[in-house]
């Protein structure tokens, strides 16, 4: 058992009634993001004993309902002090769209000293929170295209409206910096808002400036959401234009449009469900030691990998029950697994002609890539007759191709 854990539990058998949290925000719960931090918080909760109350609203249900919307929310401020709350988890930035930062920071400081701690981007003076690493989010990103792929002319694009990608945009050229590649101001596009139309119109801009025929003179796009990253890839699919064969495009969030997109996305997950839980943590312990400072905690995420980068999807792979031999084996191109197929199905078949032997291999390959043209994705054997593994992407897809 971790010791701090158990130095909690202990604390918290100590008192004579169990603590009791509240959470408030503003958020779509039929989103990932919303069930997975509310998912950290309550199984945080239930582990060291302490009762959980939700004070989070959904969205309004309809415009008309606006004014009377944000009333009720407000309303529930009234219920965020002791004795019915021992602790407050905010995420303070859910209502940007409702009220000015100045505002949101008011609203929360005057709820001192009720005991604290945010999961959003807004920082709460007095009050500890915890945020995602955003450069090491990018760096992860940047990393994965230049030295897997092999990439070195990257866009990026954000929009100006929500302040994360404008974080985002300041590591992505911190980020391409460190790999010795220019970012000049032709390689930037943001947008006035999240909308389909706005990403549409980057897009568009993109093109004029890299588009040569049906062929694009950038390897790759990083966006700032799955959101953008899906508008994305469907604009530039609407255009003639194939991700990851013409341009790989990467996402941030890890949300349910990364899975829908027309690619699935390769994106970086932010740890929702660790955030809630370790918000929890620091709510414990700022009430078993007031004296200490408020400190902020990075907490590290990670890099999803699926095809729109050019890779071929980890979790299909893992799926096939053979994940654990992805280290045991050379990574090798397209070109070297058909010419392994060919040889294994001409000792297998050896009656039926190269002929059919290769539109054999041509149906295998399309049902795994779902098309009937398979894209130049890498494959690694695993060195028997009639058996190939499915392996994350090394190297730059194009050049194997």
């Not at 039929?30 to 199984?43: R, T, V």
């Not at 945080?44 to 009762?51: D, M, R």
Request: net charge neutral; aromatic share 8%; hydrophobic share 40%.
């Amino acid at each position: 058992m971790d010791s701090q854990f158990a130095h909690r539990r202990n604390f918290l058998k100590k008192r004579s009634s169990p603590l009791s949290f509240g959470f408030t925000a503003i958020a779509d719960f039929s989103s990932l993001i919303g069930q997975e931090f509310l998912a950290g918080i309550m199984h945080a909760c239930e582990q060291y004993g302490i009762n959980f109350i939700n004070l989070a609203s959904t969205f309004r249900p309809s415009l008309f309902m606006e004014e009377t919307f944000f009333k009720e929310y407000l309303e529930k401020t009234k219920f965020m002090h002791g004795p019915l709350l021992d602790g407050l988890i905010t995420w303070a930035s859910s209502l940007h769209d409702y009220m000015k930062e100045s505002e949101i920071q008011r609203l929360f400081s005057s709820l001192s000293p009720l005991p604290m701690v945010d999961i959003g981007y807004l920082d709460i003076p007095g009050v500890p929170s915890i945020r995602i690493d955003n450069q090491q989010s990018v760096a992860l990103l940047v990393e994965h295209l230049v030295s897997v792929h092999g990439f070195k002319k990257i866009a990026f694009l954000g929009s100006s409206s929500a302040i994360p990608h404008r974080t985002r945009l300041e590591m992505f050229r911190k980020a391409m910096a460190l790999h010795n590649l220019p970012v000049n101001d032709n390689m930037v596009f943001m947008t006035d808002s999240l909308g389909e139309q706005d990403v549409d119109s980057k897009i568009s801009e993109l093109l004029s400036i890299y588009g040569i025929g049906n062929h694009l003179s950038i390897d790759a796009i990083i966006t700032a959401s799955d959101i953008i990253a899906k508008e994305a890839i469907s604009s530039l699919k609407k255009r003639g234009l194939c991700v990851p064969d013409d341009v790989a495009v990467t996402g941030f969030n890890n949300q349910l449009s990364s899975l829908t997109a027309p690619s699935p996305v390769t994106t970086i997950d932010l740890a929702y469900f660790n955030r809630g839980y370790k918000a929890v943590e620091i709510l414990i312990d700022r009430i078993m030691a007031p004296q200490n400072a408020p400190l902020s905690y990075r907490v590290p995420t990670s890099l999803v990998i699926r095809q729109s980068c050019g890779c071929f999807e980890e979790s299909v792979f893992l799926a096939s029950g053979c994940g654990s031999a992805l280290e045991q084996h050379s990574l090798q191109s397209e070109l070297e697994v058909r010419t392994y197929l060919r040889s294994s199905f001409e000792k297998t078949f050896s009656k039926i002609g190269t002929e059919r032997i290769k539109s054999l291999i041509t149906a295998s390959l399309s049902d795994i890539y779902g098309t009937n043209v398979p894209p130049p994705i890498q494959i690694s054997s695993n060195g028997s007759e009639g058996n190939f593994l499915f392996s994350i992407i090394r190297k730059n897809h194009r050049k194997t191709a």
